[in-house]
């Protein structure tokens, strides 16, 4: 227990709401091509500064808070080129054309994580290019290639998530893992989110482990063995209902959260249509919760889908009370509560819910 006060006092210390300012130097190489480049500190926009290149190469000055994050690159908004270190007040050399980072052993640790991970980088940039011409085609050629390109994509993202979790669990006790989790962290359960976001960690209190804890928050809210929380919203006729009309009433009921302008949301309906289908008449029920501010795309989403259900809405889309009450942060979710009221499971989609509802009803 001593330990575990101390590390989170440090922590505090170092990250805390009265943190140090410390001055960055920052040189580096660029492609010749490119004529300035930017540093943003923490992933805010509003921190932006701008930096001249000369023939390939340039130098960043400016002071930031201890142990901030510094991402820096050239035409970073739109997703292109850019390295992340951390500003511990140490020299920072960057390499933006072979991806590496020289500076403390903390930054160049990462760098050489980063370093590892830039040819399978390249390789998604590839196939991505090669799916978006391949899915203009309608032929059995396209359709066989397009498979063997997902396989592939599915494995090179399983490498980089096994690589990037074993770097976070054997660096908590550095700053690092704040430019990796944000990356990671919907693809992450409850269990993993707590053993890597924990008072015990030297960067618990970033400001970049802000939205990690919310996540995980709603994670624990919906997670299994947790009573289900109520809320009060409107049918498609305009009346008041509450959820525990239908849930805690003695019937599974999954509590399914969605919206009609939700490509993947819609894509699922028919598998949530099918197993409402074959388990209602023994017991089975669902409830729609809805993140739409229409109502009339939401009520025509409703009857083009087939949704036979309870549906309900507050229309106040990501500031609904389901966000809150459930910590959703990404639809389409949802939650299978017992009869007594209590979540059994959460997000089960495709296979995964047709597999438990069988548990239960066959």
Request: hydrophobic fraction near 40%; charged fraction near 25%; aromatic fraction near 8%.
């Amino acid at each position: 227990m001593r330990k575990t006060l101390i590390i989170a006092a440090m922590a505090f210390t170092a990250i805390g709401a009265n943190a140090q300012k410390v001055k960055y130097e920052i040189s580096g190489v660029v492609a010749d091509s490119v004529k300035e480049v930017v540093v943003i500190v923490n992933n805010n926009k509003n921190s932006t500064q701008t930096f001249a290149v000369t023939n390939g190469k340039f130098t960043a000055t400016g002071e930031a808070d201890k142990n901030d994050l510094l991402k820096v690159g050239h035409d970073v908004f739109k997703g292109f080129n850019s390295l992340e270190a951390i500003n511990d007040g140490e020299p920072i050399e960057l390499n933006l054309v072979d991806n590496t980072i020289k500076g403390s052993a903390q930054n160049t640790a990462l760098g050489n994580l980063f370093k590892a991970n830039a040819a399978d980088e390249k390789r998604m940039m590839v196939l991505a290019q090669e799916y978006r011409e391949l899915s203009k085609k309608n032929t059995a050629e396209a359709d066989a290639r397009i498979k063997e390109i997902m396989t592939e994509a599915d494995d090179i993202q399983l490498k980089a998530m096994k690589s990037t979790w074993d770097y976070i669990m054997a660096h908590k006790n550095d700053v690092t893992p704040v430019a990796l989790i944000q990356n990671v962290m919907y693809e992450l359960t409850y269990d993993q989110l707590a053993e890597i976001i924990n008072p015990d960690v030297a960067y618990f209190n970033h400001p970049l482990m802000a939205r990690p804890k919310k996540l995980m928050e709603g994670l624990k809210k919906r997670s299994a063995g947790t009573m289900f929380t109520d809320l009060t919203m409107n049918d498609t006729e305009g009346k008041e209902r509450k959820l525990c009309e239908w849930v805690g009433k003695g019937n599974y009921v999954l509590v399914d959260f969605w919206a009609s302008w939700c490509g993947p949301c819609r894509a699922e309906m028919p598998n949530v249509v099918a197993a409402y289908e074959k388990y209602h008449a023994k017991g089975f029920d669902v409830v729609g919760v809805s993140f739409d501010q229409k109502g009339d795309a939401w009520k025509k989403a409703i009857e083009q889908i087939g949704m036979k259900w309870h549906n309900i809405s507050d229309l106040k889309g990501w500031q609904c009370a389901a966000s809150e009450a459930y910590g959703i942060s990404s639809i389409p979710s949802n939650i299978l509560v017992d009869g007594e009221g209590k979540i059994v499971a959460s997000d089960l989609r495709g296979e995964a819910l047709h597999k438990k509802l069988a548990e239960i009803y066959e």
